[in-house]
């Protein structure tokens, strides 16, 4: 679920570079059609959503924010649902029998399932199915997942939209997506953010059940 996003990545890399033009005369028919694709495919581990917003927000610009936090929210639910039939809930058993400071990890989660899902999403660099498919097999609650996971995607998708409308070359976007000062400071201080907000859960005995 790493490895292969890298792989893919690159293959839709080469793709759109070679056929630019193609992809800026689709109607916006075809992109939504693309849109519910690409978030099966996200879904599975196979596109990076935030890459994805370059390549949108490159042909469509600010009009293609709708469709990301669909293609978000789409996969966010489908990974959701998903780990139902990797049987979470026995899963979970195990682990706590198992190793018993997981039952400790897991009761504090669930007192601050918002704020540590929102500060994972928020990263840019934790893998997005990852993440999704970490809380569903931990018992998030679906609301809470989808709660956090949409209001932490928010800041790095719209950054990656405003980049890829700003670039002037695709090849040049997707060979350097974090070309520019505003973009790297912007994405250091997302990274910040989330590793204080997720170090924070750690730290904070006070959530510990007696």
Do not use: C
């Not at 719209?158 to 976007?173: F, P, S």
């Not at 912007?186 to 170090?199: E, R, Y």
């Amino acid at each position: 679920m790493t490895i292969v996003p890298l792989v893919t990545t690159s293959i839709i890399t080469a793709w759109a570079i070679n056929h630019e033009k193609i992809l800026r005369e689709l109607p916006i028919e075809w992109w939504l059609g693309v849109t519910v694709l690409l978030t099966l495919a996200s879904a599975s581990a196979l596109t990076p959503p935030t890459f994805l917003a370059l390549v949108y927000g490159y042909f469509l610009g600010w009009s293609s924010i709708p469709m990301l936090f669909v293609l978000n929210i789409g996969a966010i639910a489908i990974i959701y649902v998903s780990a139902h039939f990797l049987h979470a809930a026995s899963v979970r058993s195990y682990l706590i029998q198992v190793y018993p400071q997981v039952g400790t990890l897991l009761r504090r989660f669930y007192k601050n399932e918002l704020r540590l899902i929102f500060f994972a999403k928020l990263s840019p660099v934790l893998p997005f199915a990852i993440t999704n498919l970490f809380f569903a097999m931990a018992g998030a609650r679906f609301k809470q997942v989808l709660t956090g996971g949409t209001l932490g995607m928010i800041p790095r998708t719209v950054l990656a939209v405003w980049a890829g409308k700003e670039a002037q070359d695709i090849r040049y976007l997707l060979e350097h997506p974090n070309e520019g000062l505003a973009t790297k400071l912007v994405l250091i201080a997302l990274i910040v953010i989330s590793t204080v907000g997720i170090g924070y859960f750690f730290k904070d005995k006070s959530t510990v059940e007696s």
